[in-house]
């Protein structure tokens, strides 16, 4: 995980894959995604203004689905944002 402090940014990358595409989910929410249409990473823009909702929708977003595992991950750093169960 990379954190810029001056930007409220996070990446959080899953694999170490070279992105080819970048997809925004939601405002400020951005899915890297490699050769394949897998999601390599994850940046999160102006973080501190995110809600709850808002990083949900990383988890419920199903054009481009996070593997279980990353979603472990992302349960780990924003706890009950991400649901139980992944």
Do not use: R, W
């Not at 990446?11 to 929410?29: C, H, L, Q, R, W």
């Not at 490699?34 to 990383?58: F, H, M, R």
């Not at 689905?65 to 139980?84: N, R, V």
């Amino acid at each position: 995980m990379k954190i810029d402090y001056s930007t409220d940014a996070v990446y959080i990358e899953f694999n170490t894959k070279p992105a080819v595409d970048s997809i925004e989910i939601v405002d400020g929410v951005i899915f890297d995604l490699d050769e394949d249409d897998e999601v390599t990473g994850v940046e999160i823009l102006d973080l501190k203004y995110k809600t709850p909702e808002q990083i949900k929708k990383i988890h419920q977003y199903t054009e481009y689905p996070i593997k279980p595992e990353y979603l472990q991950q992302l349960k780990d750093l924003f706890g009950s944002a991400i649901p139980c169960g992944v």
